[in-house]
């Protein structure tokens, strides 16, 4: 088992929303792109939200994220995993990215949407105590990931269209 990296972050600074993953899978790390897994749904439901879907070159699926205002990365930076699960990173391995370097040039940044709840965790245990005082609106959309089969595409769909409508609070 060996340290894995993850990825930069994808963000225009004047981003509104940022969708955060946990870390990425071994065939998004294998392909240097968020969401490579053929089974994934994020970027097919990007495509019916935001015409960012998977039939597009990558480069063009981010310009249209960035297009409408959405930031993507993940909550770990580096950890050691055994596999590609969320399961299988060992806890006390993980190493958040710099949160506080990133929303001081991403200053419009008020809604985060975790990809999943290992996301959410990680978020939650390692960067949010270092953010006090920075308001923010956290909520935890199903996961995209093919091993989260418990909600079929059309209720991940229903529950991720929020990022392009956010409820008013």
């Not at 993850?6 to 968020?34: H, I, K, N, T, W």
Request: hydrophobic share 45%.
């Amino acid at each position: 088992m060996s340290m894995v990296i993850g990825f930069p972050p994808v963000a225009d600074p004047d981003a509104r929303a940022l969708v955060l993953g946990s870390m990425p899978g071994e065939r998004s790390l294998q392909a240097g792109e968020y969401y490579a897994h053929a089974r994934n749904a994020f970027w097919p439901i990007m495509g019916e939200l935001l015409g960012a879907g998977p039939d597009l070159p990558y480069a063009r699926r981010l310009e249209k994220l960035k297009a409408a205002g959405i930031a993507l990365w993940d909550v770990i930076a580096a950890c050691e995993r055994y596999g590609s699960l969320d399961a299988d990173i060992v806890g006390s391995s993980v190493q958040a990215n710099d949160f506080l370097a990133f929303f001081a040039v991403h200053r419009s940044i008020e809604r985060i949407y975790f990809n999943g709840g290992a996301a959410e965790a990680n978020f939650r245990r390692h960067v949010l105590p270092g953010l006090a005082g920075k308001h923010l609106h956290l909520a935890r959309l199903p996961s995209t990931s093919p091993a989260h089969a418990a909600r079929g595409y059309g209720e991940k769909l229903a529950a991720w269209s929020v990022i392009v409508s956010p409820p008013n609070n």
